[in-house]
């Protein structure tokens, strides 16, 4: 038996991170993978038993979860985001909300047949999104910065609100069993004070406590992260020993407070809860799916399925038109908002707690133990048909970039600004960052978008605009500089889009380590001084069309060795940087960005084969 349990356990961590891996090949929504496996090693196949795997230890273990993943959400709520979306966002949690538990409701009555507490009680659970859901979704889709910071606040802040909600409903229905309906409201509005109150004093005091330890220095680096998971997991219970559920509330301010101060440095716990928050979102989803029973799958009829097309087609797109009365927003960008509600984990471990506790409380509602099955149903069809469909309506709405190929120029130096100038021609969005204001200016006067700043800096990282950027090149003649900006938007654009400058020998015996660099532009002897150089014996980036009868080769022995290859745009947009390790073979139907001498061209062209390989567009650019 206890072999069994064991095989049992690891099937759940090997299926859920098997699960996240297969989706990521066939690009498909992880939670839709997540369920199918739950599904099949629990009800289908029987192979998976939480309740006799876990026992009493299940929902206390699905609790202390979902308070990690929703305190790894608050640790991406930057205030800073708000300062466009504050009211909208704040419309979506208060009136967008009570929108759709009231239409969620209605619908419930009506499609389902449930009946009115019940509906109630399933209204508000499907009030939640969750950050489990919308983060991927925004990460796969990469929306405007106004639609990606009002999605990912209001999916965050959300998941308390519609779990305290859910409460109150649940505990106004055990009320009104035995009291009269005036003492139910006075429970309600007690409780939402209680929860507030609860929830702000422990998940304040958890990060003030935590803010103040990592700033003596009274936790070693190596115990950073487990300290910080075991303060928030403090806070979640203490906030509920206060008020039951109310520690979701606690821990999501926890994240918030901590992501805004400027004190002390977290960045070591992002990193650890963001690898976390993966394998607890793949656990859950196969431990509560499995749960479930064929029977009660059986019993839903066509009606879920209409229930849920209510939801996505009339009571969010309500929800969303009267938050943003007035907003800033642009019609398409409300129009994404309100295609982009899908639930997620929160939902589920809130279905599953308080269907179960409906049924033992026996308060005569017959449907208590279709809650978790008719809440599942609307996970897999939200997210069926968000994940599906929210790319290709947001690249037809026009705010959307799904695959940025924008990119980030560190350094606004005069050959900067040419390269810069070359790739706005092309099409390309590109964002040059300086400290010197005579390059900015510059830069701005030539009409390409700059920023005055350190790019290093946290301020600079939240006030730039990265709109359809997708890669950083870090250009500077600081080699330090260049190494550190790779490091430092690594996490923002991964590290394979992270490039640097050959640094000098002397810059890369200290920098030695692959983890402390970028990607090597270029050449590795193409270096800041030696391209320096290239600029003032008078070369310049030009753009050249590949086809058929004028291949890269060919461009080669026109121009010679000496010309250097330094991007390729490829037929559909996609910019591919030269690297030394691993430069692109540019083929037809690409345009090759090189650095050629003015002097190059006529000493090639003297051949008569060289002339019958000319270009077929002359497209050398004019120095910025």
């Given at each position: 038996?206890?072999?069994?349990?064991?095989?049992?356990?690891?099937?759940?961590?090997?299926?859920?991170?098997?699960?996240?891996?297969?989706?990521?090949?066939?690009?498909?929504?992880?939670?839709?993978?997540?369920?199918?496996?739950?599904?099949?090693?629990?009800?289908?196949?029987?192979?998976?038993?939480?309740?006799?795997?876990?026992?009493?230890?299940?929902?206390?273990?699905?609790?202390?979860?979902?308070?990690?993943?929703?305190?790894?959400?608050?640790?991406?709520?930057?205030?800073?985001?708000?300062?466009?979306?504050?009211?909208?966002?704040?419309?979506?949690?208060?009136?967008?909300?009570?929108?759709?538990?009231?239409?969620?409701?209605?619908?419930?009555?009506?499609?389902?047949?449930?009946?009115?507490?019940?509906?109630?009680?399933?209204?508000?659970?499907?009030?939640?999104?969750?950050?489990?859901?919308?983060?991927?979704?925004?990460?796969?889709?990469?929306?405007?910065?106004?639609?990606?910071?009002?999605?990912?606040?209001?999916?965050?802040?959300?998941?308390?609100?519609?779990?305290?909600?859910?409460?109150?409903?649940?505990e106004a229905i055990i009320i009104a069993e035995s009291a009269a309906a005036a003492d139910a409201a006075r429970a309600v509005a007690i409780g939402i004070g209680r929860t507030i109150l609860a929830g702000g004093l422990a998940g304040g005091a958890g990060a003030l406590i935590l803010v103040q330890m990592l700033k003596r220095?009274?936790?070693?680096?190596?115990?950073?992260?487990?300290?910080?998971?075991?303060?928030?997991?403090?806070a979640l219970v203490a906030s509920d020993a206060m008020q039951p559920e109310s520690g979701l509330l606690a821990v999501t301010l926890m994240g918030v407070i901590l992501a805004n101060q400027k004190s002390a440095d977290i960045h070591a716990i992002i990193e650890f809860k963001e690898n976390l928050k993966v394998l607890l979102?793949?656990?859950?989803?196969?431990?509560?799916?499995?749960?479930?029973?064929?029977?009660?799958?059986?019993?839903?009829?066509?009606?879920?399925?209409?229930?849920?097309?209510?939801?996505?087609?009339?009571?969010?797109?309500?929800?969303?038109?009267?938050?943003?009365?007035?907003?800033?927003?642009?019609?398409?960008?409300?129009?994404?908002?309100?295609?982009?509600?899908?639930?997620?984990?929160?939902?589920?471990?809130?279905?599953?707690?308080?269907?179960?506790?409906?049924?033992?409380?026996?308060?005569?509602?017959?449907?208590?133990?279709?809650?978790?099955?008719?809440?599942?149903?609307?996970?897999?069809?939200?997210?069926?048909?968000?994940?599906?469909?929210?790319?290709?309506?947001?690249?037809?709405?026009?705010?959307?970039?799904?695959?940025?190929?924008?990119?980030?120029?560190?350094?606004?130096?005069?050959?900067?600004?040419?390269?810069?100038?070359?790739?706005?021609?092309?099409?390309?969005?590109?964002?040059?960052?300086?400290?010197?204001?005579?390059?900015?200016?510059?830069?701005?006067?030539?009409?390409?978008?700059?920023?005055?700043?350190?790019?290093?800096?946290?301020?600079?990282?939240?006030?730039?605009?990265?709109?359809?950027?997708?890669?950083?090149?870090?250009?500077?003649?600081?080699?330090?500089?260049?190494?550190?900006?790779?490091?430092?938007?690594?996490?923002?654009?991964?590290?394979?889009?992270?490039?640097?400058?050959?640094?000098?020998?002397?810059?890369?015996?200290?920098?030695?380590?692959?983890?402390?660099?970028?990607?090597?532009?270029?050449?590795?002897?193409?270096?800041?001084?030696?391209?320096?150089?290239?600029?003032?014996?008078?070369?310049?980036?030009?753009?050249?069309?590949?086809?058929?009868?004028?291949?890269?080769?060919?461009?080669?022995?026109?121009?010679?060795?000496?010309?250097?290859?330094?991007?390729?745009?490829?037929?559909?947009?996609?910019?591919?940087?030269?690297?030394?390790?691993?430069?692109?073979?540019?083929?037809?139907?690409?345009?090759?960005?090189?650095?050629?001498?003015?002097?190059?061209?006529?000493?090639?062209?003297?051949?008569?084969?060289?002339?019958?390989?000319?270009?077929?567009?002359?497209?050398?650019?004019?120095?910025?």
């Amino acid at each position: 038996m206890e072999h069994h349990f064991l095989i049992e356990l690891t099937a759940i961590f090997v299926l859920g991170i098997g699960a996240q891996w297969v989706s990521w090949r066939m690009r498909l929504p992880a939670i839709l993978m997540l369920l199918l496996c739950g599904l099949l090693a629990g009800p289908v196949f029987g192979f998976i038993h939480p309740d006799r795997l876990l026992g009493n230890l299940l929902f206390p273990f699905v609790s202390l979860a979902v308070g990690v993943i929703l305190f790894e959400g608050g640790l991406t709520l930057k205030l800073s985001d708000l300062r466009e979306t504050r009211s909208t966002v704040l419309n979506l949690i208060i009136i967008g909300a009570a929108v759709t538990w009231a239409g969620a409701s209605v619908a419930a009555v009506w499609i389902l047949g449930f009946e009115l507490r019940l509906a109630l009680l399933l209204g508000a659970v499907v009030v939640v999104t969750g950050p489990t859901v919308i983060g991927p979704l925004l990460r796969h889709v990469q929306p405007t910065a106004k639609v990606g910071s009002t999605l990912k606040w209001e999916g965050i802040l959300i998941d308390p609100i519609g779990a305290t909600l859910a409460l109150l409903v649940f505990e106004a229905i055990i009320i009104a069993e035995s009291a009269a309906a005036a003492d139910a409201a006075r429970a309600v509005a007690i409780g939402i004070g209680r929860t507030i109150l609860a929830g702000g004093l422990a998940g304040g005091a958890g990060a003030l406590i935590l803010v103040q330890m990592l700033k003596r220095y009274w936790i070693p680096d190596y115990l950073q992260s487990v300290v910080a998971l075991g303060m928030v997991l403090t806070a979640l219970v203490a906030s509920d020993a206060m008020q039951p559920e109310s520690g979701l509330l606690a821990v999501t301010l926890m994240g918030v407070i901590l992501a805004n101060q400027k004190s002390a440095d977290i960045h070591a716990i992002i990193e650890f809860k963001e690898n976390l928050k993966v394998l607890l979102i793949s656990t859950l989803f196969i431990l509560l799916s499995a749960r479930l029973q064929i029977d009660d799958l059986r019993a839903m009829p066509w009606r879920a399925t209409a229930f849920v097309v209510v939801l996505i087609v009339l009571v969010r797109p309500l929800a969303v038109w009267l938050s943003t009365l007035g907003s800033s927003l642009s019609l398409p960008e409300k129009g994404l908002i309100a295609w982009m509600a899908p639930r997620g984990i929160v939902a589920a471990a809130v279905a599953s707690v308080f269907g179960l506790r409906l049924v033992e409380a026996d308060v005569g509602i017959a449907q208590a133990d279709l809650l978790a099955p008719v809440t599942f149903m609307v996970i897999i069809g939200t997210v069926a048909v968000y994940g599906l469909t929210a790319s290709p309506i947001a690249r037809a709405l026009g705010v959307a970039f799904p695959n940025p190929q924008g990119i980030l120029l560190v350094g606004a130096h005069y050959w900067a600004r040419n390269l810069a100038g070359v790739l706005v021609d092309c099409g390309i969005p590109i964002l040059l960052t300086d400290t010197n204001p005579a390059n900015i200016r510059a830069a701005r006067m030539a009409g390409l978008p700059s920023y005055l700043g350190n790019a290093l800096s946290e301020q600079a990282t939240e006030e730039m605009d990265l709109t359809g950027i997708g890669r950083m090149v870090a250009l500077t003649s600081n080699d330090e500089i260049n190494a550190l900006a790779a490091v430092h938007y690594a996490s923002v654009f991964s590290r394979a889009e992270s490039y640097q400058l050959a640094s000098s020998s002397e810059a890369k015996s200290e920098l030695s380590s692959e983890r402390l660099r970028g990607r090597e532009l270029f050449g590795p002897d193409l270096t800041h001084a030696r391209m320096s150089r290239l600029f003032a014996e008078g070369a310049t980036v030009k753009r050249t069309p590949l086809t058929e009868s004028f291949t890269y080769d060919d461009f080669r022995e026109l121009y010679g060795e000496d010309a250097v290859a330094l991007m390729v745009i490829e037929s559909e947009g996609r910019v591919r940087v030269m690297t030394v390790k691993d430069p692109p073979s540019p083929g037809p139907g690409t345009t090759l960005l090189s650095l050629v001498k003015e002097t190059q061209r006529p000493a090639r062209a003297q051949s008569p084969d060289a002339q019958q390989k000319e270009p077929p567009t002359d497209l050398s650019e004019k120095p910025r």
